[in-house]
């Protein structure tokens, strides 16, 4: 992969810290705006952090109108609600504070707010006219890196399928990394969420599309969840492991923002979409078996993510130390809890075909470093539904 032309942007501003939050009106004038949209959904509501964030706006006499009726893996419907409330209190912003069902969303309507027609227009990559308006983004898990991408990934309720929009114009101005955000965040989503951010950091890591650049971003993200995950999930107020774990998912955005991912998340939309399994549950399910399967198309980068994780691979041939990051994989999601296996959510095998169906249709299957065929995709299933990888 070193010898590859690329070009590489990433166009969000990122201020980090403890109680960087309280910063949000400084972000708000610089972007020149008058009156926000605060989006965010009932988990943020119930958790005191809308209040947070009001109190912070209110202090600061910034304008404000609360749009919190966000559902996880966002509908195409309720972006829709939101912009109808943007146009009519005459917001010209958006502040979007919580997970990435919310980040998406709210980047979402403020794409709407300033390009014409109707959302399903802006189905696919690089199809927004113009420049969304404004968004400051408060992520409150650590785990999609919405803050900083070009994606929204919402649910097409009425044809029954996930989509993505993908546009420059869609990525946040201005992304606040607030570790103070996310300790109430429970350890089950914690775990789940933070596996959401190193599938992004491997699948960016080792696949086709991958640069220099993508490598170094990725490889620190790698180093960062294997490091602060286990502490994050288990001592939920470590502020430390809270604040890396940010800093770990808003990097992996920036990695995989436009090489894409991989079979993993090529499998998550039609999981999520058809058996209800939240994002970051269904990455780490898949993530170990994927690995395995392409491990031989690519021993050295595995190798290198092992050493990342700080296995034993000294003295090791190449294929066993590669093997070892499946095992540094296994090991992780055992310590944070995460024993589920596909079959827990309903998926039988009759329904394979089904899933195949709509995972051959994602744009992250061609640039997976090993390309699958439908028996390798039913093998692949048959292991995340039985939990024997
Ligand atoms: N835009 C991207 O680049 C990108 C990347 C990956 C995934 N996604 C999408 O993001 C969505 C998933 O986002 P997610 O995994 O962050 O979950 P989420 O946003 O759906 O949140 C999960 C739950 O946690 C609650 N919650 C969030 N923060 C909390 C906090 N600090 N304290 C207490 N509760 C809190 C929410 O209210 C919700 O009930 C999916 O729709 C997925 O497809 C987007
Ligand atoms: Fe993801």
Redesign the pocket.
Known sequence: MTSKTFEFYTPTEIRCGQGVLSTLPNAVRELGLQSVLLV?????V??G?KDRAAQVLMQANIPFTVFSD?????TVDSVNAGLVIARSNGSDGVVAI???????AG?AIALMLTNPGSIQDYFGVDKAVRAGAPVVAI???A????EV???????DTKNDV?VNIGSYFNCPRIALLDPE??????AP?TA??GM?ALT?SIESYVNKNSNLIVEAVAEKSIALIADNLRKAVLQGDNLDARCNMLVASTLA?IA??RVRLGLA?AF??PL?NLFHI???LVNAIMLAPVMQFNLPANFHYYARIAKLFGQPVDGLSLRDAAHQSVVAVQQLKKDIGLTQTLADFGLTEDRFDEVIDEALLSGNIAVNPRSPTRDDMRHLLTQAMRGDV
């Open positions: 965010c959904d009932p988990g943020v119930k958790a952090i966000i559902e996880s893996d966002p919580g997970g990435g069902s919310v980040l998406d980047k992520p409150t898990t785990g999609t890196g919405s991408t070009v994606w929204s990934v919402l649910s996930k955000l996310t300790v109430t965040l429970p989503i789940a969420t959401d992004h955005g995989f923002n998340h998550a939309l999520g939240p994002h970051g």
